[in-house]
T-cell receptor, first 116, second 115 residues
Framework: AQSVTQLGSHVSVSEGALVLLRCNYS??????LFWYVQYPNQGLQLLLK??????LVKGINGFEAEFKKSETSFHLTKPSAHMSDAAEYFC??????????????FGKGTTLSVSS | EAGVAQSPRYKIIEKRQSVAFWCNPI?????LYWYQQILGQGPKLLIQ????????DSQLPKDRFSAERLKGVDSTLKIQPAKLEDSAVYLC?????????????FGPGTRLTVT
């Protein structure tokens, strides 16, 4: 069964600092990989996704992530944090071979705090 | 383009009562999902519809939860009777079709508190 592990339930950075949110997955085959952001009292919004092709994926708001098959990782980064980046971030996977459906399996989330 | 709509946004009920949530997906989206998000955890799939047929309901507690998607558009999720552990945010999402890798668009969710 697939699973997702997000290391660090809470990450704090200063404005302008590098953001690094970690995600590792467990799967017998390379899954599709996603990062979603959730602001308070709002639904989830897709930041970026990896399905096939280039392993470095660029998303919205200056975020990017790199799929590393050998490390089963899909870490999310942003060179310079803004106050508006403070939110909950979820890593998720789906199984390309799952004939029953395409639902996402989420990690527990990482809360990003940005201080001035 | 209008997003996924959900109502109500908040609901407080006592245990053993029943409750229903409504979802209107993005127009033209064939696939609809209901997720349960317990505080401090990531969303967990309850049920997935493709048009008006169920694709995956393996994690739906069928003794108390039910869902339907009449005419392949709107959907309702019902809990009867509710338990304390059902307190969570219920998220509805939709996508163009049930193909892995397609973006799922999420509604704002319904926050349920069971007392």
């Amino acid at each position: 069964a697939q699973s997702v592990t997000q290391l660090g339930s809470h990450v704090s950075v200063s404005e302008g600092a590098l953001v690094l949110l970690r995600c590792n997955y467990s799967s017998s085959v390379p899954p599709y990989l996603f990062w979603y952001v959730q602001y308070p009292n709002q639904g989830l919004q897709l930041l970026l996704k990896y399905t096939t092709g280039a392993t470095l994926v660029k998303g919205i708001n200056g975020f990017e992530a790199e799929f590393k098959k050998s490390e089963t990782s899909f870490h999310l980064t942003k060179p310079s944090a803004h106050m508006s980046d403070a939110a909950e971030y979820f890593c998720a996977v789906s199984d390309p071979a799952n004939q029953a459906g395409t639902a996402l399996i989420f990690g527990k989330g990482t809360t990003l705090s940005v201080s001035s | 383009e209008a997003g996924v709509a959900q109502s109500p946004r908040y609901k407080i009920i006592e245990k053993r009562q029943s409750v229903a949530f409504w979802c209107n997906p993005i127009s033209g989206h064939a696939t609809l999902y209901w997720y349960q998000q317990i505080l401090g955890q990531g969303p967990k799939l309850l049920i997935q519809f493709q048009n008006n047929g169920v694709v995956d309901d393996s994690q739906l507690p069928k003794d108390r939860f039910s869902a339907e998607r009449l005419k392949g558009v709107d959907s309702t999720l019902k809990i009867q009777p509710a338990k304390l552990e059902d307190s969570a945010v219920y998220l509805c999402a939709s996508s163009t079709q049930g193909v892995g890798g397609n973006e799922q668009y999420f509604g704002p969710g319904t926050r349920l508190t069971v007392t």
